[in-house]
Nanobody, 130 residues
């Protein structure tokens, strides 16, 4: 069992920044493929960014250049720094983890989401107003 607890969501104006955190069970950041997803009501959950155990990252095209995923292995904490936020970034953001032998990419985590392979946090709400 892997525990994931997100924090850092809130309400901001367009153009502002937020940094989300996800506290994970011990060793999770070192061993697991980690990712951020987001979801708005009535829509499918979409992948935002992923980070492999070795620190390699992949991002969705919609956030590339604005969002940065990172982690602190010593603290077993995943982060998502979101700059230049837009109203369309408003969603509930979820932290996800998967223990896999496959190459850790956002596509792999999205596939794992559909297959029920990911562990999930409870989510944190981000609201961006124009």
């Amino acid at each position: 069992q892997v525990d994931l607890v997100e924090s850092g969501g809130g309400s901001v104006q367009a153009g502002e920044s937020l940094k989300l955190s996800c506290a994970a069970s011990k060793w999770t950041a070192t061993v697991f493929c980690l990712a951020w997803f987001r979801q708005v009501p009535g829509k499918e959950r979409e992948g935002v960014a992923a980070i492999a155990p070795d620190g390699t990252t992949t991002e969705a095209a919609s956030v590339k250049g604005r969002f940065t995923i990172s982690k602190d292995n010593d603290k077993d904490t995943l982060y998502l720094l979101m700059n230049d936020l837009k109203p369309e970034d408003s969603a509930t953001y979820y932290c996800a983890a998967q223990n896999t032998a496959q190459t850790c990419t956002l596509s792999m985590m999205e596939y794992g989401s559909h297959q029920g392979h990911n562990y999930w946090g409870q989510g944190t709400q981000v609201t961006v107003s124009s």
